[in-house]
Structure formats: C-alpha cells, structure tokens
C-alpha cells in the first residue's frame, strides 16, 4: 500500500520560514520524480515545485529564490523548504509521487501565513 505522509504545516508570520516533510512507503522512491502543490481556498490545485528521481529541481514563479525542494532518497523523503512566506502562500500543501502516468498523493498539511 502506498501511503505518502507529510508534516511540518502550521502557523507562521510573513517573513518566517518552515520546512515540510513527506515521508513515503510502498514505492521504490529513488524512481520516483516527487512534487509539491498546493491548493488555497477557492482556487485550483496548483505545482509549487518538483524534483526528478535524477535530483533535478523545477520551482513555479511564485516560489522561486524562496523555496528549495529536496530528496533524501535513503530516507524515502522529500523536503520542501519555505522561506520568506507570504500571506498567498497560505494553502494545503500536497506531496505526490509520480511515475510512468501514475500519480500518488498525500492528504496534505496546512500551511497558514499570518500577515
């Protein structure tokens, strides 16, 4: 069974960072390429950042010089580092895996950012 685990989401400031987590089981993460997204109240599920099982990062604009993805492959982990944080970067933040089409995703974790 494939489950994809993250943590890390609370409350935070604008200005503050945080680090998200997503710990995954049932796959064979090194051949994965990993993803972040998010989705805020009344908007669509959007990519905030992706890396490829080959360790390649891709950021969306919004994120880009704030955020940092990473992969710690002998943890089966992916890591989204948040810094500088916004209030628009209030939304749940999704981890997914994919793979060849197929796609798994974990339930989320709430990222709020006060103003």
């Known amino acids: 069974q494939v489950q994809l685990v993250e943590s890390g989401g609370r409350l935070v400031q604008a200005g503050g960072s945080l680090r998200l987590s997503c710990a995954a089981s049932?796959?064979?993460?090194?051949?994965?390429?990993m993803g972040w997204f998010r989705q805020a109240p009344g908007k669509q599920r959007e990519l905030v950042a992706d890396?490829?099982?080959?360790?390649?990062?891709n950021y969306a604009d919004s994120v880009k010089g704030r955020f940092t993805i990473s992969r710690e492959n002998a943890k089966n982990t992916v890591y989204l580092q948040m810094n500088s944080l916004e209030p628009e970067d209030t939304a749940v933040y999704y981890c997914s895996a994919s793979r060849y089409g197929t796609s798994y995703w974990g339930k989320g974790t709430l990222v709020t950012v006060s103003s």
């Open positions: 049932g796959i064979m993460f090194r051949m994965y390429d």
């Open positions: 890396i490829t099982r080959g360790d390649t990062p």
